[in-house]
């Protein structure tokens, strides 16, 4: 039998391997890298190649974490490759997409989760708060390219910027979720009003503008040690590293002070990018996140895999299958339409943002925060429902993002 520990270094050694050569192998084919790492992982596991089970609810808390991590690293890489400064009339569509489209596919997934799924009220909202944000770690393929690299059209802009905020601006509703939680707990149906007020401003109104004002600081701050007439400023050292440093340093300054580091860890991106905008070494920490991202999200969906090859839908009926259909083939791109009606844009392109609202890593994370966090009762079915959705959108966005990016293309050089 092979010692666990070898193995696990056999296996860490492959995924890092695959980390590097995967994403040119599959530049060509309608196949993106995190099918291929479910299914490896579904693989490993069903043969009885490791002997632990990958099963979320028996490891809630590292769930949250890993998660986590891979989450705040994304977002950073997500924010220092947009070339668009951020405005009003220039992030338009992401306003639509945050100001309308994500409460309509909250509240849309929270009555689905009720009447078809007869979910209790604070698990169904949490649902919805989870399912409602776009990933920015899987969506790779639809996003814009690297810094300075021009590869920035409409639809790769939006999908962009939408992921990089909405994770952070669906946080509230899932402290919503958890009032809800905490009075069904106590029998009562619905919050009390002081609980309502109180999540208005601390939860909404206080969180948020301290993960945007936190995050604002730190990118400036950073942006001076970076870029600043210091012989001894960062930018000399060419070290891609110190992305990962702004990254922890951002997220940690702000949940220091109850903000969502996840609007932090973004507009720091943003502001420190804007600092220097065409300076050179935005690649190297674009490149030093990304690489670091696609190593901790290869381990999560490996993991995942395990878990859908143990059991993760044993719970599920054929009432939970269509459910995760119908939010990823008819909540999300409705939603998305709705919200950009009206915005001058072409259909197709308004298409092809209301279809790629690919779910994800940021999914799990907040299905494990609000069971971490909160009152909720059995989770079987609300992991198993959120796993059949990710795994839904895994397979028919992976498959189609390559072929529907080169049409679009095609399409706009005619």
């Known amino acids: 039998m092979l010692d666990p520990y070898i193995a696990t270094l056999l296996g860490l050694g492959v995924i890092v391997l695959l980390v590097a050569w995967l994403p040119l192998a599959l530049k060509t084919i309608p196949l993106s890298l995190s099918i291929v790492c479910v299914g490896l992982g579904a693989g490993i596991f069903a ?113 962009t910027s939408e992921a990089g905020l909405n994770d952070g601006l669906a946080f509230p509703f899932v402290h919503l979720a958890l009032a809800f939680g905490l009075a069904a707990g106590s029998a009562g149906a619905w919050p009390s009003l002081s609980i309502l007020g109180g999540w208005v401003l601390v939860d909404v109104l206080w969180r948020v503008c301290a993960g945007v004002g936190i995050g604002w600081l730190v990118g400036r701050g950073l942006g001076w040690l970076t870029f600043g007439r210091s012989r001894a400023k960062l930018s000399g050292t060419r070290d891609g590293l110190v992305a990962i440093g702004a990254t922890l340093v951002a997220y940690a300054s702000a949940e220091i002070c109850h903000g969502y580091g996840f609007l932090a860890v973004f507009v720091a991106a943003l502001v420190l990018r804007d600092t220097e905008r065409n300076h050179e070494y935005h690649e190297a920490l674009h490149d030093f996140s990304e690489q670091t991202e696609r190593l901790l999200m290869m381990l999560v969906l490996v993991l995942f895999g395990g878990a859908m090859a143990t059991g993760l839908f044993a719970s599920m009926t054929w009432t939970d299958f269509l459910a995760a259909l ?89």
């Not at 990958?54 to 950073?76: G, H, N, Q, W």
Request: with cysteine; glycine share 10%.
């Open 47 to 159: 043969l009885g190649w490791l002997e632990f089970d990958p099963e979320p609810r028996t490891y809630d808390t590292l769930v949250e974490k890993l998660c986590e991590a891979v989450v705040i690293i994304s977002l950073m890489g997500a924010g220092l490759k947009i070339d668009r400064r951020i405005g009003l009339r220039a992030w338009a569509t992401t306003w639509r997409l945050l100001g309308v489209g994500m409460p309509i596919t909250i509240l849309a997934v929270t009555i689905l989760a009720v009447y078809a799924l007869d979910f209790p009220l604070a698990m169904a909202l949490l649902l919805g708060s989870s399912l409602a944000p776009t990933d920015p770690v899987l969506a790779s393929d639809v996003q814009v390219g690297k810094p300075r690299s021009g590869e920035e059209d409409e639809v790769r802009f939006a999908l």
């Open 326 to 414: 119908v939010v990823v083939l008819l909540i999300r791109p409705l939603a998305g339409w709705l919200s950009l009606i009206g915005s001058g844009h072409p259909a197709r392109e308004r298409g092809l943002i209301s279809f790629f609202g690919i779910r994800g890593i940021g999914s799990f994370y907040y299905v494990a925060y609000g069971i971490n966090h909160g009152e909720f009762g059995s989770s079987e079915r609300l992991w198993a429902i959120t796993g059949l959705v990710v795994l839904v959108s895994i397979v028919i966005h992976g498959m189609s993002a390559t072929p529907a990016m080169r049409w679009l293309d095609r399409t706009r050089s005619r």
